[in-house]
T-cell receptor, first 111, second 113 residues
Framework: QKEVEQNSGPLSVPEGAIASLNCTYS??????FFWYRQYSGKSPELIMF????GDKEDGRFTAQLNKASQYVSLLIRDSQPSDSATYLC???????????FGTGTKLQVIP | DAGITQSPRHKVTETGTPVTLRCHQT?????MYWYRQDPGHGLRLIHY???????DKGEVSDGYSVSRSKTEDFLLTLESATSSQTSVYFC????????????FGAGSRLTVL
């Protein structure tokens, strides 16, 4: 079992719709969770991080964390073509911050 | 100046030759990482460092070694490059605390012929 798992997609949504991206992780002791966005040919950039159960909202983005189910998700409201990118879930493991990524979900927003 | 720089940005080499990629950060971050990125695999951790001279293996460490003699520098060495090591390599760093946001370098594209 991979430590961090994501559906690779592509996930296609029409412009203006809600995109839902999901991530599961293996270590119940994990405390913080990160979503990065990566455009083709570029470095990943942080979208959001969350470390408490529940929802965290930032503009059009909402991160949801359920530690009991070992599940974290990212919702993108009012999706725009500029949101088309690969979204990477990242989880630090252990006391020495071994940061492990999922395979990423490619999102395509159709105009 | 960029907080983290990688060199070289592009390199073409032949099978069997040694290759060293350099990562330099000016953030005084404790943790540094080397990842490789290939289609369909996301970012896979090669090695990481949690302090000067303190390193550990990631999920794809075979064929790679690292060294960290100073806080700011983290070197990745391919002792004898193989075609399977053709990839884009990203270096990243972060400090301490709960919200350990990674700062990424621009990436190094390595082609092994």
């Amino acid at each position: 079992q991979k430590e961090v798992e994501q559906n690779s997609g592509p996930l296609s949504v029409p412009e203006g719709a809600i995109a839902s991206l999901n991530c599961t992780y293996s270590d119940r002791g994990s405390q913080s969770f990160f979503w990065y966005r990566q455009y083709s040919g570029k470095s990943p950039e942080l979208i959001m991080f969350i470390y408490s159960n529940g929802d965290k909202e930032d503009g059009r983005f909402t991160a949801q964390l359920n530690k009991a189910s070992q599940y974290v998700s990212l919702l993108i409201r009012d999706s725009q073509p500029s949101d088309s990118a690969t979204y990477l879930c990242a989880v630090p493991f252990g006391g020495y911050q071994k940061v492990t990524f999922g395979t990423g979900t490619k999102l395509q927003v159709i105009p | 100046d960029a907080g983290i720089t990688q060199s070289p940005r592009h390199k073409v080499t032949e099978t069997g030759t040694p290759v060293t990629l350099r990562c330099h950060q000016t953030e005084n971050h404790r943790y540094m990482y080397w990842y490789r990125q290939d289609p369909g695999h996301g970012l896979r951790l090669i090695h990481y460092s949690y302090g000067v001279k303190d390193t550990d293996k990631g999920e794809v460490s075979d064929g790679y070694s690292v060294s960290r003699s100073k806080t700011e520098d983290f070197l990745l060495t391919l002792e004898s490059a193989t075609s399977s090591q053709t990839s884009v390599y990203f270096c990243a760093s972060t400090g301490t605390g709960v919200a350990n946001v990674l700062t990424f370098g621009a990436g190094s594209r390595l082609t092994v012929l």
